[in-house]
């Protein structure tokens, strides 16, 4: 059975602190690897990646990929409260098929 | 583009009803996804379509659960009867891999939020 598995599960931590959140994956005919965010409604896409090594990067957000070991790492620097949500990593399997299996999340609360 | 649009916002019922919910995707993706959150279980996929056509409805729960896309830019999930244990927020997305062949994920919609009492 295809299995992603986040941690921690939840996380608190200050203003301006770096985070680093985990993604591991167990799964056939892996793809690619999608990180999401999730506050209070929909989550939202933040990076896919599909090649080992190379850092996916949006401002304080970065993301990295390792296929020999199956794990992914979303780090955030100079967190801020704003940045407090569920943090969801998924992972798409390749063929035709197109859904994607999440993980159970990250909670990170970023406090003043 | 309006995104994904998901209805109603909330929904709150007596075990025993009938509750649809409603998307409507992203005008020109062919993929649609129905997964339902929960604490427990996370986001689990229930059903996907492609262009209108069920590819996989493993993860439906049971017979009381029913999916239709009757055309590109609307689809149903039905309960029914509902139960309690139903109780979770249902959310749609669709996906095109048609954006220069490159696949940049799923959009979601808001979600239904659903009750059963």
């Known amino acids: 059975e295809d299995k992603v598995v986040q941690s921690p599960l939840s996380l608190v931590v200050h203003e301006g602190d770096t985070v680093t959140l985990n993604c591991s994956y167990e799964?056939?005919?892996?793809?690619?690897l999608l990180w999401y965010k999730q506050e209070k409604k929909a989550p939202t896409f933040l990076f896919m990646l599909?090649?080992?090594?190379i850092e996916k990067k949006s401002g304080r957000l970065s993301s990295i990929l390792d296929k020999k070991e199956l794990f992914s790492i979303l780090n955030i620097t100079a967190t801020q409260t704003g940045d407090s949500a569920v943090y969801l990593c998924a992972v798409r399997l390749s063929g035709s098929a197109r859904q994607l299996t999440f993980g159970s999340g990250t909670q990170l609360t970023v406090l003043p | 583009d309006a995104g994904v649009i998901q209805s109603p916002r909330h929904e709150v019922t007596e075990m025993g009803q009938e509750v649809t919910l409603r998307c409507k995707p992203i005008s020109g993706h062919d993929y649609l996804f129905w997964y339902r959150q929960t604490m427990m279980r996370g986001l689990e996929l229930l059903i996907y379509?492609?262009?209108?056509?069920?590819?996989?409805d493993s993860g439906m729960p049971e017979d009381r659960f029913s999916a239709k896309m009757p055309n590109a830019s609307f689809s149903t999930l039905k309960i029914q009867p509902s139960e309690p244990r139903d109780s979770a927020v249902y959310f749609c997305?669709?996906?095109?891999?048609?954006?220069?062949?490159?696949?940049?994920?799923?959009?979601f919609g808001s979600g239904t939020r659903l009750t059963v009492v």
């Open positions: 599909t090649s080992s090594g």
């Open positions: 997305a669709s996906s095109s891999l048609r954006t220069g062949g490159i696949d940049y994920g799923y959009t």
């Open positions: 379509f492609n262009n209108n056509v069920p590819i996989d």
């Open positions: 799964v056939t005919n892996f793809r690619s």
